[in-house]
């Protein structure tokens, strides 16, 4: 596969959305990104099952890290895995608010930071189009 196409496989598998933050690509004013859930610098590779539809404030918050602090129990989890993991067992909604269900959600939450103000506005706009 080329890298676009398997940017667009990537893109559909997610129907359009991050995979962490569950936005939608079409409201945003950037374009989304494939994002290694393994990163290349820690050995993972560029296949379909080690990539994930990523916004660019998700991808930035990630990086490289594949762990995370839960902020309850100051106890390092890993990252939330799009590919292995389901997202509703770990986050639900509650109005614009992403609420975390497990220490993994509870440090994703946090770290990724989202539930700031401009990604709940951006919910609220998603509702108006029918995409939240």
Same mark, same amino acid.
Request: charged share 25%.
């Given at each position: ?45 560029? %296949? ?40 509703? %067992?770990?986050?639900?909604? %509650? %109005? ?37």
């Amino acid at each position: 596969m080329t890298s676009s196409q398997i940017a667009a496989a990537v893109k559909d598998r997610a129907a359009g959305r991050c995979e962490y933050c569950r936005m939608h690509q079409s409201l945003q004013g950037a374009t989304f990104h494939v994002e290694h859930i393994l990163p290349t610098a820690k050995g993972g590779l560029t %296949e379909l099952a080690n990539l994930a539809w990523a916004c660019p404030g998700c991808n930035l918050k990630k990086s490289d890290h594949t762990e995370v602090i839960d902020p309850m129990t100051g106890q390092i989890v890993r990252l939330f895995d799009p590919r292995r993991d389901v997202w509703s %067992e770990h986050f639900s909604f %509650e %109005e614009f608010q992403i609420v975390p269900l497990t220490s993994i959600g509870r440090a994703m939450v946090e770290a990724f930071d989202l539930n700031h103000l401009r990604r709940q506005r951006i919910r609220r706009a998603e509702q108006l189009f029918g995409l939240f």
